[in-house]
């Protein structure tokens, strides 16, 4: 009994002991402090993803593209308080915006054809100076200085490029048309004053957004302007018949050139012959002057020297002296 008495003492003193430490470990590991640990865990958490989500934020601005910080707290009064960002840009979506703007050349194509452009019929419309209304397919390429940006959000105050593109932008351009068509007629805009036009319509959109830092880099039409087919029609003949008569012009010019060549060749041999004629009538009277009777009496010596050097000791067959003519004739067998 005593021996069993002394296991069980034993055996008491060893629960009490691993009560006690399972006692003292749950008093580490509790539930209440397992779950508050689990929410302040869960706090942090939520607060950095506030800080990061709200608080706090990065934004990588790239190449070909500007960023600029407003404030959204309404605090900038113009846009020389608007900064310029590039890079890696660090804000707070709480109080300011970071806005991207490209500053690549944009092209945009306002067309009929659904092909080209958006899907939608874009083509141009506008009046020439006798009301006739034309219409065009339309090409535009544009680009935005970098350090204008600040510029451009204040004046139009849109933070995508393609609002920009296809509302106010579109609206100057077609304006534009109008106001510089009001003084061509239509054969002008649809024939040889075609270039003249669009170059004075590009300086007049050139002239509305020059001050928000926006170059035009080309604008022109796509294909030819189209009017009322019977305008087109009486265009083309006219066009073709100042062509058939500059061209009768040009061949009347070659045949008068051509003629007026013959005739100065003409003039040229006449006058060539009466200088000629000119020239030996005065060799002739010079000689004529020339002569006296020691120069005739100095010639017929030296022909008769001549002759007397040619002469081959033979005589003639006629003879003839003072008064008297000598034949010789053969003599008889």
């Known amino acids: 009994m005593t021996i069993f008495n002394s296991d069980d003492r034993n055996s008491n003193d060893r629960d009490r002991t691993k009560a006690r430490v399972i006692d003292q470990f749950g008093g580490i590991v509790s539930p209440r402090k397992i779950i508050f640990w689990v929410l302040a865990t869960a706090g942090v958490l939520v607060g950095i993803w506030i800080v990061s989500s709200f608080l706090m934020d990065v ?20 846009a020389s308080e608007i900064p310029v960002r590039t890079g890696w840009v660090f804000y707070s979506p709480i109080t300011t915006q970071v806005i991207e703007f490209p500053t690549y050349v944009q092209t945009v194509k306002w067309t009929r054809d659904a092909n080209e452009g958006h899907p939608a019929n874009e083509e141009m419309g506008f009046n020439s100076k006798e009301g006739m209304e034309i219409f065009a397919d339309v090409s535009l390429s544009y680009a935005i200085e970098p350090k204008n940006v600040p510029d451009f959000y204040v004046k139009y105050r849109v933070n995508d490029l393609d609002r920009f593109t296809h509302g106010i932008l579109r609206d ?61 029609q009486a265009i083309t003949a006219k066009a073709q018949a100042i062509q058939e008569a500059e061209r009768a012009k040009n061949e009347l010019a070659t045949t008068q050139a051509e003629a007026a060549k013959k005739i100065a060749e003409a003039e040229g041999d006449a006058k060539s012959n009466v200088m000629r004629a000119q020239g030996e009538a005065d060799a002739n009277r010079i000689r004529l002057n020339s002569l006296t009777p020691q120069l005739l009496e100095l010639r017929r010596l030296e022909n008769q020297r001549a002759l007397i050097e040619r002469w081959n000791g033979q005589l003639p067959t006629v003879e003839s002296g003072q008064g008297s003519l000598l034949l010789q004739l053969p003599k008889g067998q």
């Open 59 to 78: 934004k990588r601005i790239e190449a070909g593209y500007v960023g600029i910080e407003v404030n959204l707290a309404g605090s900038q009064r113009g």
């Open 172 to 232: 100057i351009v077609r304006n534009s048309l109008n106001e510089v068509a009001s003084t061509y007629t239509v054969e002008d805009i649809y024939g040889e004053k075609k270039a003249q036009f669009l170059a004075q319509v590009e300086q007049q959109i050139q002239a509305k957004v020059t001050n928000v830092g926006v170059g035009v880099q080309q604008f022109g039409f796509i294909g030819a302007p189209r009017v009322p087919s019977v305008i087109a």
